[in-house]
């Protein structure tokens, strides 16, 4: 079983060794095949190595391939190890990229990159393979490092575009910024502790008695700044809706089940350290806060519609991270995955309807697709139900799971979040209303509009029975039902709650009572943000207007807050002018003058030597016999 392990992340690698290296000689077919087999190799491995992990007892499973390096008290090995939270990871992140990798099939065929782009694919899942895998900091950080490498090749994939390869920039530099803060934070870990294995470390923790550590501290503030940066935290959330310049299965991959919850994994793999420094628990929850609420307003006012499918994943994003603020890790890693399922499946829809309209991405030229394009329609129908909030729907069970841990832990930050779960229902059923009712806007003949083909359909079927499905493994307590997931991280989450025995005032209990009225008053708020979009853009069919907006709030949410306006003030401006300072002072006065005045030092010294060099032998000799006889005369003087 052990073995098997390893083998996970081999797949995706060799998948990407043999496209990558022949992308330009093997048919499309062929490199399709190669990439879609790869990812299902190791979701089938993965699906195996969980069936025998539960028959077994469900005991840790780690293989340590070699010693990589020693210190004078520690060292790090190259090793994978696999737990309850690993599995549910590799089940979301094998089995939803498996599916990206069949959709990705039919959607780039007709690409000149097909062979290049199944090749990065493999590479990405790889990443985030030996990410989840990694059985110590430093391996996480190695597959964080590669999975945010994959993510500026596929985000400027299409190269040509001077814009996209702006967008892959600007990804690759906002995440370099947080993981300098996942670094500093293994640094502080391997000095407090002298390991960064995490079973070790959550021994260690287990014996510090007192609450915030400065160590602690600042470690966990640094793993913060890190999954600020992959998972879009603000202030570091700007780089995901510019990720949409990647083709639509690349947003799925990023924003859906992989990238984006690094951060959301790396902080529930350190609960035990979170739940030991609450301060930094308080700064999250309303980092979270108000990431879920910016994301939500600035989607209200988008009108192309992978960037409203863009800052949805930044608002859900940030309810993930209030359920960390509060403690409620399963709570967290449930959004994930319910999140996962109905994300993806918005996305590959959203390039379904861009595929089926030639890369129209627009809403507003949108409009009556509901008949023209009836399996996208159905699929999207039960994706927007589920970000709602709406029961029977997965999103429903872990929404109202966060918002019942959010209740019990802090009043405020509940009101807010749950006005922010109607906001979500508002502008993803704005975008529902506007792409697949009322009349055709677009300039495309109707003829030409066609329907998924079945290599794209079929992820679609799939991810949308997810969807409906999915949240019965977390069914509230109220219902009377075995909490499947919390069952199955309790062994995980061990340390939260010996800590919540020793200091329960850190952490919250919700009656059932409180649970019924939270679950209400969430399902009445959604179905008031729905009612709301129903009245403008299916009754008085509202349109978006094409005209830049003078209404100062739309002004405001149409420019996302002005935060790139306010990086390029504050940042960019200020380091490009220090950068010119320096540019002028050390490389054009001091190295380049002195690397030039060294060169014409040289000039000026060869031109004036070269007339000793007359080329007479006897010449050359006299100088030699002058000079021994001025050595002899210096050794002389010396020896008086």
Same mark, same amino acid.
């Given at each position: 079983?052990?073995?098997?392990?390893?083998?996970?992340?081999?797949?995706? /690698?060799?998948?990407? /060794?043999?496209?990558?290296?022949?992308?330009?000689?093997?048919?499309?077919?062929?490199?399709?095949?190669?990439?879609?087999?790869?990812?299902?190799?190791?979701?089938?491995?993965?699906?195996?190595?969980?069936?025998?992990?539960?028959?077994?007892?469900?005991?840790?499973?780690?293989?340590?391939?070699?010693?990589?390096?020693?210190?004078?008290?520690?060292?790090?090995?190259?090793?994978?190890?696999? @737990?309850?939270? #690993?599995?549910?990871?590799?089940?979301?992140?094998?089995?939803?990229?498996?599916?990206?990798?069949?959709?990705?099939?039919?959607?780039?065929?007709?690409?000149?990159?097909?062979?290049?782009?199944?090749?990065?694919?493999?590479?990405?899942?790889?990443?985030?393979?030996?990410?989840?895998?990694?059985?110590?900091?430093?391996?996480?950080?190695?597959?964080?490092?590669?999975?945010? /490498?994959?993510?500026?090749?596929?985000?400027?994939?299409?190269?040509?575009?001077?814009?996209?390869?702006?967008?892959?920039?600007?990804?690759?530099?906002?995440?370099?910024?947080?993981?300098?803060?996942?670094?500093?934070?293994?640094? +502080?870990?391997?000095?407090?502790?002298?390991?960064?294995?995490?079973?070790?470390?959550?021994?260690?923790?287990?014996?510090?008695?007192?609450?915030? @550590?400065?160590?602690?501290?600042?470690?966990?503030?640094?793993?913060?700044?890190?999954?600020?940066?992959?998972?879009?935290?603000?202030?570091?959330?700007?780089?995901?809706?510019?990720?949409?310049?990647?083709?639509?299965?690349?947003?799925? +991959?990023?924003?859906?089940?992989?990238?984006?919850?690094?951060?959301?994994?790396?902080?529930?793999?350190?609960?035990?350290?979170?739940?030991?420094?609450?301060?930094?628990?308080?700064?999250?929850?309303?980092?979270?806060?108000?990431?879920?609420?910016?994301?939500?307003?600035?989607?209200?006012?988008?009108?192309?519609?992978?960037?409203?499918?863009?800052?949805?994943?930044?608002?859900?994003?940030?309810?993930?991270?209030?359920?960390?603020?509060?403690?409620?890790?399963?709570?967290?890693?449930?959004?994930?995955?319910?999140?996962?399922?109905?994300?993806?499946?918005?996305?590959?829809?959203?390039?379904?309807?861009?595929?089926?309209?030639?890369?129209?991405?627009?809403?507003?030229?949108?409009?009556?697709?509901?008949?023209?394009?009836?399996? #996208?329609?159905?699929?999207?129908?039960?994706?927007?139900?589920?970000?709602?909030?709406?029961?029977?729907?997965?999103?429903?069970?872990?929404?109202?799971?966060?918002?019942?841990?959010?209740?019990?832990?802090?009043?405020?930050?509940?009101?807010?979040?749950?006005?922010?779960?109607?906001?979500?229902?508002?502008?993803?059923?704005?975008?529902?209303?506007?792409?697949?009712?009322?009349?055709?806007?677009?300039?495309?003949?109707?003829?030409?509009?066609?329907?998924?083909?079945?290599?794209?359909?079929?992820?679609?079927?799939?991810?949308?029975?997810?969807?409906?499905?999915?949240?019965?493994?977390? +069914?509230?307590?109220?219902?009377?039902?075995?909490?499947?997931?919390?069952?199955?991280?309790?062994?995980?989450?061990?340390? #939260?709650?010996?800590?919540?025995?020793?200091?329960?005032?850190?952490?919250?209990?919700?009656?059932?009572? @409180?649970?019924?009225?939270?679950?209400?008053?969430?399902?009445?708020?959604?179905?008031?943000?729905?009612?709301?979009?129903?009245?403008?853009?299916?009754?008085?069919?509202?349109?978006?207007?094409?005209?830049?907006?003078?209404?100062?709030?739309?002004?405001?949410?149409?420019?996302?807050?002005?935060?790139?306006?306010?990086?390029?003030?504050?940042?960019?401006?200020?380091?490009?002018?220090?950068?010119?300072?320096?540019?002028?002072?050390?490389?054009?006065?001091?190295?380049?003058?002195?690397?030039?005045?060294?060169?014409?030092?040289?000039?000026?010294?060869?031109?004036?030597?070269?007339?000793?060099?007359?080329?007479?032998?006897?010449?050359?000799?006299?100088?030699?016999?002058?000079?021994?006889?001025?050595?002899?005369? +210096?050794?002389?003087?010396?020896?008086?």
């Amino acid at each position: 079983m052990e073995q098997l392990l390893s083998l996970i992340p081999v797949f995706p /690698l060799v998948g990407f /060794l043999i496209n990558g290296l022949g992308f330009r000689k093997i048919p499309k077919g062929v490199a399709g095949l190669i990439g879609v087999a790869a990812s299902g190799l190791s979701f089938l491995v993965a699906i195996w190595l969980l069936i025998q992990y539960l028959q077994g007892g469900q005991q840790l499973i780690s293989v340590s391939l070699w010693e990589w390096i020693t210190g004078p008290s520690w060292k790090i090995d190259f090793s994978f190890a696999a @737990d309850q939270l #690993t599995f549910c990871m590799l089940m979301v992140v094998t089995g939803v990229g498996f599916l990206i990798h069949i959709f990705s099939f039919g959607y780039m065929h007709e690409d000149e990159g097909f062979g290049k782009f199944f090749a990065f694919l493999n590479l990405f899942l790889f990443s985030m393979l030996v990410l989840v895998l990694g059985a110590n900091l430093l391996m996480t950080f190695i597959g964080w490092e590669g999975v945010g /490498l994959c993510s500026f090749l596929l985000i400027g994939f299409w190269n040509k575009n001077e814009a996209y390869n702006e967008a892959a920039k600007k990804a690759f530099v906002m995440n370099r910024i947080g993981d300098l803060g996942f670094l500093l934070g293994i640094f +502080l870990i391997l000095f407090r502790f002298s390991t960064v294995q995490y079973t070790e470390i959550v021994t260690a923790l287990s014996s510090v008695q007192a609450l915030n @550590d400065p160590y602690l501290v600042w470690a966990g503030i640094c793993f913060f700044i890190g999954a600020m940066g992959k998972s879009a935290q603000l202030p570091l959330f700007t780089w995901l809706p510019d990720a949409m310049a990647g083709p639509t299965p690349v947003s799925a +991959l990023i924003h859906a089940a992989t990238m984006v919850t690094s951060g959301i994994y790396l902080v529930i793999r350190m609960n035990a350290l979170y739940s030991s420094i609450p301060m930094v628990q308080e700064f999250i929850l309303w980092i979270g806060l108000a990431t879920a609420i910016i994301g939500a307003l600035v989607g209200t006012s988008q009108n192309d519609i992978k960037k409203v499918l863009a800052y949805s994943t930044v608002s859900q994003l940030g309810f993930m991270f209030v359920a960390l603020g509060v403690g409620a890790y399963t709570a967290a890693l449930f959004h994930v995955i319910t999140h996962a399922f109905f994300k993806a499946l918005l996305f590959l829809g959203a390039g379904s309807v861009i595929h089926g309209l030639h890369e129209e991405q627009d809403i507003r030229k949108m409009g009556g697709l509901k008949k023209l394009l009836p399996l #996208t329609y159905g699929v999207f129908l039960v994706a927007n139900l589920a970000i709602a909030g709406v029961p029977p729907f997965s999103g429903f069970f872990s929404k109202d799971e966060i918002l019942a841990h959010t209740f019990a832990g802090n009043k405020i930050a509940w009101v807010l979040l749950t006005i922010t779960a109607g906001i979500t229902a508002f502008y993803m059923f704005r975008l529902f209303f506007l792409v697949f009712f009322n009349e055709y806007r677009g300039n495309l003949a109707k003829e030409k509009i066609h329907d998924a083909p079945f290599s794209m359909a079929m992820p679609l079927v799939v991810l949308a029975i997810l969807s409906i499905a999915g949240g019965f493994i977390g +069914l509230p307590e109220v219902f009377h039902m075995p909490h499947i997931l919390h069952e199955f991280l309790k062994p995980v989450l061990m340390p #939260t709650e010996k800590l919540a025995s020793l200091h329960p005032e850190l952490h919250h209990a919700i009656s059932h009572s @409180d649970e019924w009225l939270v679950m209400g008053v969430s399902v009445v708020v959604s179905l008031i943000g729905i009612g709301v979009a129903y009245s403008m853009y299916l009754s008085k069919k509202m349109v978006p207007d094409f005209e830049p907006a003078t209404n100062p709030l739309i002004k405001l949410t149409n420019g996302k807050f002005f935060f790139d306006e306010i990086y390029n003030v504050i940042i960019v401006k200020p380091l490009t002018l220090i950068a010119n300072i320096f540019s002028v002072l050390v490389d054009l006065l001091m190295i380049n003058l002195f690397v030039e005045g060294l060169g014409i030092f040289t000039r000026f010294a060869g031109s004036s030597l070269k007339s000793t060099q007359a080329g007479r032998v006897s010449g050359y000799a006299f100088l030699m016999v002058c000079s021994i006889l001025l050595f002899a005369l +210096l050794f002389i003087f010396k020896t008086i």
